[in-house]
């Protein structure tokens, strides 16, 4: 079946550090890629997105590209900041019929000042 | 827009007891979902609906009902609490534009301890 599999946590980081979480699927069509974060006491949010092969998403100095190659969606950011501290989730949707998103483990992360 | 909204925020059952966690959004969504978030465990999907009427199992439905009678309410329901149900319970929202997937929208959670 589908699966996601990250980096396992927690990641610390000093401010300033740059960042990659790793992510990689398993998908039995061609998949939707997102990541999401949680911050402390709330749900998820949309981080970013990309929807075929070689699609960089991006949004708050946070970057994603979508290898199909490597089936990889790894997260980067080049200076993190206290305020990134939070739960990353990688998670892929195979388009086709009604299937849910299938979401990773999750990575916490702590940036310390 | 209120989003996604749960009720009730935190509750505490005893073994045995049941409950019934609601669900409400306001963006004229499709598609609804119940996870619950354990450690280590990421989120696991327990059930979902891609319509008013209509439900679906997912990876964890045992001991779980749903219903969807609303399109904008989506219920989850404990019959009989267990300590393994000790969670946090998530719904989220989604919907298709021309065939494509957008984001599903999250709520709050739900902290539920069952003793």
């Known amino acids: 079946g589908d699966s996601v599999t990250q980096m396992e946590g927690p990641v610390t980081l000093s401010e300033e550090a740059f960042l990659t979480i790793n992510c990689t699927y398993t998908?039995?069509?061609?998949?939707?890629l997102f990541w999401y974060v949680q911050y402390p006491g709330e749900g998820l949010q949309l981080l970013l997105k990309?929807?075929?092969?070689?699609d960089k998403g991006s949004n708050k100095g946070f970057e994603a590209t979508y290898r199909k190659e490597t089936t990889s969606f790894h997260l980067e950011k080049g200076s993190v900041q206290v305020s990134d501290s939070a739960v990353y989730f990688c998670a892929l949707r195979v388009d086709s019929g009604n299937t849910p998103l299938v979401f990773g483990k999750g990575t916490r992360l702590s940036v310390i000042a | 827009n209120a989003g996604v909204t749960q009720t009730p925020k935190f509750r505490v059952l005893k073994t045995g007891q049941s409950m019934t966690l609601l669900c409400a959004q306001d963006?004229?969504?499709?598609?609804m979902y119940w996870y619950r978030q354990d450690p280590g465990m990421g989120l696991r999907l327990i059930h979902y609906s891609v319509g008013e009427g209509t439900t679906a199992k997912g990876e964890v439905p045992d001991g779980y009902n749903v219903s969807r009678l609303k399109k904008q309410n989506f219920l989850l329901g404990l019959e009989s609490a267990a300590p393994s149900q000790t969670s946090v319970y998530f719904c989220?929202?989604?919907?298709?534009?021309?065939?494509?997937?957008?984001?599903?929208?999250f709520g709050p959670g739900t902290r539920l301890t069952v003793l």
């Open positions: 998908a039995t069509g061609y998949p939707s």
């Open positions: 989220a929202s989604s919907y298709l534009i021309g065939g494509a997937y957008n984001e599903q929208f």
């Open positions: 990309a929807t075929k092969a070689d």
């Open positions: 963006m004229n969504h499709e598609y």
